[in-house]
């Protein structure tokens, strides 16, 4: 790097170190009132027995017989987005992360803790479920989406097909059962010492699952085809998700054997991609194992701080390994996602601070070429991401439904624009629901928390149902933006 390249980029690391402390848009207060919602839309994707605590009144009971095409009880769970599927590989990753949101920052919720744990909990009661309903399989998916999407339904009155898949050996599923074995390894973690016989069920399915995707190789878009694409292909093959899985049960049961597990397969992980999601789960794996070399300094795991710092490079502006694109307004965006980029603002804004805090903690730093980014860069870099969403941005509007005073009014999700069971009562059928889809009128039900796909590479957004890839929420957008709000609401202004 040239002398004048250097100077740029430690200017632009000043720059971006002074944005965290100087930035005056919201306070702890703010940050803590987004933690509570982000945690609070997890209720509005519930599926299942509602609980007496339930607080968003205005969803009911729905998929109470689920799996009862296969005589097995698979009622609850998340519905991952604006439709009412049940998509596992989706579902287990947002487990995943909300279980490393409270690893990492649990400390820091306060009274949101008992409520994120309650948002784990209400996902891996269902995954254990799926994992043990019958011996040698795994469910992946309830619900015909190809039929769903036809359709435009309150959950409450959904009559369409709901078909159980399952991933089996001689049609495997190595990629959504590693993610599963993943989000109940970490779940466990998340419940060690709060109940310690519920974090042993875990970690024993965690295992047996693992073994199982890792036994019978094969990614579950084969096996599944045309009900999981294009909705959720493993676009990524299922490699990913085995070392993945590995690492988790590697976290959650040190002693084991994945250590051997990781040094024999972890070829895959070492494969530059900046991009974490449901789908590549490669630069989290990479910054997983950091944090054990980081702490352990075993030799074998080195290659994975110099991979981590690589994809951590390769977000900053001016340094040797940029390649990130961002809006003018400065949100990172993924131009070849298609849509939804959202989650990968908040994936990525969760990585940069857990990365943060793992070379902080062990008296590291960030390596960009001849240059180094600390831990405080880093912070700032994921602050900018985290309060563009919360409404510091060119349009000045929050793209967390129900947080501040300007948020999208029409959002692309059945529950939310359709008039709850309460306000009426009769069914709506699935081809009298569409004129909801197609209302010019505000959401009938607001779904706090929310965190939409978001605007587009110019900063623009349509508050419009129609244009899904900007107005549809996913559970896996918010499970990240969990950790990485409930850090600044601790964080001193």
Known sequence: MGSISKLSFMFALILSSLCLFSSAAFTSKDYNDALEKS????????????????????????????????????????????????????????????????????????SQLGNAKAAIRWSTDYLLKA??????????????????????????????????????????????????????????????????????????????????????RGSYSDSLSSVVCPFYCSYSGHQDELLWGAAWLHRAAPSGSYLSYIQSNGQSANEDTYSFSWDDKRPGTKILLAKAFLENKKAELQSFKAHSDSFICS??????????????????????????????????????????NYVSSNGGSVSCGGSTITAESLRAHAKKQVDYILGDNPAKMSYMVGFGTKYPQHIHHRGASSPSIQTHPNKISCDEGFQYLKSSSPDPNVLVGAILGGPDSNDNFA????????????TYINAPFVGAVAFFAAAKN
Not at 57 to 79: F, I, Q
Not at 345 to 355: I, K, N, R
Not at 463 to 474: I, K, L, T, W, Y
Request: hydrophobic share 35%; proline share 5%.
């Open 131 to 216: 994992a043990t309903a019958t011996p040698g399989a795994l469910y992946v998916q309830v619900g015909d989406p190809n039929m769903d999407h036809k359709c435009w339904e309150r959950p409450e009155d959904m009559d369409t097909t709901r078909n159980a898949y399952k991933v089996t050996a001689q049609n495997p599923g190595s990629d959504v059962a590693s993610e599963t074995a993943a989000a109940l390894a970490a779940a466990s973690i998340v419940f060690k010492d709060s109940d310690p016989a519920y974090s042993s069920k875990l970690l024993q399915t965690a295992t047996r699952v693992f073994q199982f995707a890792d036994k019978y």
């Open 39 to 110: 945690i609070l839309f997890f209720e509005g994707q519930r599926s299942g027995k509602l609980p007496s605590d339930q607080r968003l009144k205005w969803r009911g009971d729905s998929g109470l017989t689920d799996g009862s095409t296969d005589k097995v009880d698979l009622a609850g769970g998340y519905y991952d987005a604006g439709d009412n599927v049940k998509f596992g590989l989706p579902m287990a990753f947002t487990t995943t992360m909300l279980a490393w949101s409270v690893i990492e920052f649990g400390s820091s919720m306060n």
């Open 315 to 356: 977000l900053i502006p001016g340094s040797s390994g940029f390649q990130a694109q961002y809006t003018p307004g400065g949100l990172l965006y993924n131009s070849k996602a298609g849509g939804c980029n959202l989650q990968y603002v908040t994936s990525t804004a969760f990585l940069l601070l857990t990365y943060a």
């Open 463 to 474: 508050d419009d149902r129609n244009n899904h890839q900007q107005s549809e929420p996913a």
